[in-house]
């Protein structure tokens, strides 16, 4: 299915928070770019009431269907805002009465993308990634975009795109997009790879300048074919040890967003599943896109 033929279009997770009003923002100027619809969605979570006699019932209250009117109220308000001279994107809203993380992953399923803050308005207040953001980085079935709220960095249009590189189906996906994102922005591209995930172990008297020399023609290797598919996208190659996350948090200093792949091997691998795009969207303060293989 093509990424317009997608039910949803661009999907973003709404609540009214600072870092909610950030990702309509980001999702607007996104689909503006592409297109595409966007389709602004808000889950009411029920609450459960226990009575002395007979089961628990979850009831959804009138405070809960006044605040979804008016989150949804508040984000089309936003995404009017947002596009300045760009043509506005067909929007679309939607609530739904579920549990928010367990919504949003189904909804994903006919969504070219979703896009959340990276913590939102909750009972259980702010965690380190949000409990929302952070089950789509790990469960969605499209490529979620984090963006963060009142911390994040001012948007630099001409600043490089910067996608992490390891050669897993993940990171090829996520390759895939950043050239796309760079070619629609017109920006330079960074490529950033940890040569520890050339796959060898350093042998006693072996020059480390060999080591970066192999993380070289392996950063190259997973390049070949996107020069000639996209000749106007300017691509900056960069080389590191290891610990990728930390890498790519530094360089996103420099960069509008930074796309990774959700999980990868070797070098972006080396601690739990999902801890390297875990870690990227939690810290850097530009929106990042996780991609999923």
């Given at each position: 299915?093509s990424e ?5 279009g ?5 609540d ?10 980001w999702?607007?100027q996104?689909a503006?770019?592409?297109g ?5 969605m808000h889950?009411?979570?029920?609450i459960l009431?226990?009575?002395?006699h ?17 989150a949804?109220?508040?984000a089309?308000?936003v995404?009017?805002t ?6 506005l994107?067909?929007?679309?809203t939607e609530?739904r ?8 992953v189904?909804a994903?399923?006919d969504?070219w993308m ?21 089950g ?10 984090v963006v963060h709220?009142a911390?994040?960095q001012p948007p ?5 795109i ?13 390759t ?9 922005r017109g920006?330079?591209?960074v490529a950033l790879?940890?040569?520890s ?14 080591y970066e020399?192999?993380g070289?023609?392996a ?6 074919g996107?020069?000639?598919r996209?000749p ?5 190659r960069?080389i590191v ?6 890498w790519?948090i530094?360089e ?11 999980r990868?091997?070797?070098g972006?691998?080396?601690?739990m599943?999902?801890s ?6 939690r810290d850097a303060?530009v ?7």
């Open positions: 299915m317009h033929a997608k039910k949803y661009l999907l973003v997770g709404v009214g928070s600072a870092e909610s009003d950030s990702a309509v923002r999702a607007a996104e503006a770019l592409r595409m619809p966007v389709t602004l889950v009411v979570t029920p009431v226990s009575w002395p007979g089961p628990a019932q979850a009831n959804i209250t009138e405070w809960q269907e006044d605040n979804a009117r008016r949804i109220a508040h089309e308000k995404v009017h947002s596009i300045g001279d760009a043509e994107p067909e929007v679309h609530v009465y579920a549990g928010s993380v367990g919504s949003l189904d994903t399923e969504s979703v896009v959340v803050g990276n913590s939102g308005l909750g009972a259980v207040g702010r965690a380190v990634l949000g409990s929302v953001s952070g789509l980085v790990h469960h969605a079935h499209c490529p979620v975009t709220g911390d994040a630099k249009p001409n600043s490089p910067l996608v992490g590189i390891d050669g897993s189906p993940a990171s090829e996906a996520a895939a997009l950043a050239f796309d994102e760079a070619s629609r920006v330079d591209l790879h940890a040569w995930d050339v796959g060898v172990l350093p042998a006693l008297g072996m020059d480390w300048r060999q020399d192999l070289h023609e950063l190259a290797e997973r390049l070949a996107w020069h000639e996209y106007d996208v300017q691509v900056r960069r040890c290891d610990q990728p996350a930390r790519l530094d996103s200093d420099k960069a509008q967003m930074v796309i990774v792949g959700s990868g091997r070797g972006f691998t080396a601690m599943l999902g390297v795009s875990s870690a990227v969207a303060k929106p990042v896109i996780v991609v999923r293989a």
